[in-house]
């Protein structure tokens, strides 16, 4: 799945790609987040089966990491 940061005030920006069953990590810049308050993160399917899976609100800082979990499609 394609995942893509939807920060609150700035349009949505591509963070990489997260294989079925892998864990994936990626760094956010500042820049992408700057100005809001909280952000959602979106797994978008590569092939156009199965839907769009939006996370739940975070708020994260400098040097903090937050875990999401991708339901099985």
Request: net charge negative; glycine share 8%.
């Amino acid at each position: 799945m394609d995942i893509y940061l939807r920060p609150t005030l700035n349009p949505p920006a591509r963070l990489g790609f997260a294989p079925a069953a892998d864990t994936v990590e990626f760094a956010l810049a500042r820049a992408l987040i700057a100005g809001s308050t909280s952000f959602h993160l979106e797994a978008r399917p590569v092939r156009g089966a199965g839907g769009t899976t939006l996370s739940e609100p975070f708020t994260a800082r400098a040097g903090e990491e937050i875990f999401w979990s991708i339901p099985p499609q």
